[in-house]
T-cell receptor
């Protein structure tokens, strides 16, 4: 069965720290991996990764995919309190358009 | 507002009652998804529409659950004879075509008492 495992499940840091969030996956017929940020309600889209080794970057956030080792990382540099959220990783299930999500990493950035 | 909108945002209902939620996707998006999320878990897939056709349903979607998307625009999710275990956040998402960049609505939080 397709699955996504995120680690750590929870992380507390101070403003200015750099964090790395991990996502490993098992899926048949891999097509893409997506990262979302969930603050109060709706997950908001961050990145979609399809190719190994190509870094996607948006401001202080960046992400990279390793299709050989079946994982992705999300880096956040110079963290701010506004980065506090749950970060979700998801992959489309093989042969389906359903997204399989991990449990998420709850990031808390303290001032 | 051109995002995905859901209504209501919160619903409290008594066990055994029926509830219906609505989702209005981004207008040009032909794909619409329903997910359910409980505390400490990622969203779990319930069902998916391409235009008006319901193409996939999860095993989670018992016969008490039904979803429609008439005319391929908005969608409704109905839960009949609600149970306490139905308490969750119900999220709707839409996308244009694969590859799967789905945009989520704010969700409807259901509490069954």
């Amino acid at each position: 069965e397709d699955k996504v495992v995120q680690s750590p499940l929870s992380l507390v840091v101070h403003e200015g720290d750099t964090v790395t969030l991990n996502c490993s996956y098992e899926v048949t017929n891999f097509r893409s991996l997506l990262w979302y940020k969930q603050e109060k309600k709706a997950p908001t889209f961050l990145f979609m990764l399809t190719s190994s080794g190509i870094e996607k970057k948006s401001g202080r956030l960046s992400s990279i995919l390793d299709k050989k080792e079946l994982f992705s990382i999300l880096n956040i540099t110079a963290t701010q309190t506004g980065d506090s959220a749950i970060y979700l990783c998801a992959v489309p299930q093989g042969g389906s358009e359903k997204l399989v999500f991990g449990k998420g990493t709850k990031l808390t950035v303290n001032p | 507002d051109t995002g995905v909108s859901q209504d209501p945002r919160h619903k409290i209902t008594k066990r055994g009652q029926n509830v219906t939620f609505r989702c209005d996707p981004i207008s040009e998006h032909n794909r619409l998804y329903w997910y359910r999320q409980t505390l400490g878990q990622g969203p779990e897939f319930l069902t998916y529409f391409q235009n008006e056709a319901q193409l996939e349903k999860s095993r989670l979607l018992s016969d008490r659950f039904s979803a429609e998307r008439p005319k391929g625009s908005f969608s409704t999710l109905e839960i009949q004879r609600t149970e306490q275990g139905d308490s969750a956040m119900y999220l709707c998402a839409s996308s244009l075509n694969p590859p799967y960049e789905a945009f989520f609505g704010q969700g409807t939080r259901l509490t069954v008492v």
